[in-house]
């Protein structure tokens, strides 16, 4: 067994949109980044790719190569995950947490879940997605920023 650990901050601007787990969340502020900015996708496949001790998101998809300039995101961690499979290893599972003070996480999270649980190949139970914030404290309670954290779990295949 390995466990991975990922963590994945964008900075939030008026008039983009937000991705949070491959969902499009309705807000006034999105995510600025070279790709689509999903802060907790991006983590959960920095904490892949950690377990499995394959380097970083920025080494696999680097924010200087135009042909990741805007992708979704969910492309990135279909291809974390056959560089994961092709390693020899399954997931076990994730817990994840997303820090916004606005707009609230949490009524999205059985969709989020529904996403990452078919790109993982893994039970909806074995997909766990918190949501909290700063209290108004900061660059993420005062709205400026998102940030995300992800352990995981990945078996060796049999």
Do not use: W
């Amino acid at each position: 067994m390995r466990i991975g650990f990922g963590v994945d901050v964008h900075r939030l601007e008026k008039n983009r949109p937000l991705f949070i787990g491959g969902v499009k969340i309705p807000s006034e502020k999105g995510a600025v980044g070279h790709s689509d900015a999903d802060v907790l996708i991006h983590a959960i496949c920095d904490a892949l790719l950690g377990a499995a001790n394959l380097g970083d998101i920025g080494f696999h998809f680097s924010d200087q190569d135009p042909k990741f300039k805007g992708i979704d995101s969910k492309i990135l961690l279909r291809n974390v995950m056959v560089l994961v499979k092709d390693k020899g290893y399954s997931v076990g599972n994730i817990d994840a947490t997303v820090v916004l003070e606005n707009p609230k996480v949490n009524p999205h999270v059985p969709m989020i879940k529904e996403v990452l649980s078919e790109i993982l190949e893994v039970n909806l139970d074995e997909v766990s997605i918190k949501a909290t914030t700063h209290e108004k404290v900061d660059s993420f309670g005062n709205q400026e920023a998102i940030k995300s954290y992800c352990v995981c779990l990945l078996s060796r295949n049999a």
